[in-house]
């Protein structure tokens, strides 16, 4: 079991800049693939960026290329999205999520059903 903790949502003005962390506690850490996802009203959830298990390789969905990035800190046993440039388009619940991953699993998962483990969710909200 993995058990996922996200935070540092909030509410910001387009332009601005948030760091998501996401915690994660249970099985070991640096044995698992982990995702971001996100979920606006009335929209299905949607893919935003994934690091591969060895942390070597990433994806990103096009909508926030270049101003997203994700990254893994395994000492902490953290997951972070670091969001720059943030458009009104980008408020959503965002979902940190976690499936444990072979040794030599070396991709990063963009596909919500390849997921196991999910966090409760944190609220970015974006005004323009």
């Known amino acids: 079991q993995v058990q996922l903790v996200e935070s540092g949502g909030g509410l910001v003005e387009a332009g601005d800049s948030l760091r998501l962390s996401c915690l994660a506690s249970?099985?070991?850490?640096?044995?698992?693939?982990l995702g971001w996802f996100r979920q606006a009203p009335g929209k299905e959830r949607e893919f935003v960026a994934a690091?591969?298990?060895?942390?070597?390789?990433?994806r990103y969905a096009d909508s926030v290329k270049g101003r997203f990035t994700v990254s893994r800190d395994n000492a902490k046993n953290t997951v972070y999205l670091q969001m720059n440039s943030l458009k009104p388009e980008d408020t959503a619940i965002y979902y940190c999520?976690?499936?444990?991953?072979?040794?030599?699993?070396?991709?990063?998962?963009?596909?919500?059903?390849?997921?196991?483990?999910w966090g409760q969710g944190t609220q970015v909200t974006v005004s323009s």
């Open positions: 249970g099985r070991s850490f640096d044995s698992t693939a």
């Open positions: 999520a976690a499936r444990l991953a072979p040794w030599y699993s070396y991709t990063a998962d963009t596909s919500p059903a390849k997921y196991d483990y």
């Open positions: 690091i591969s298990r060895s942390g070597g390789d990433f």
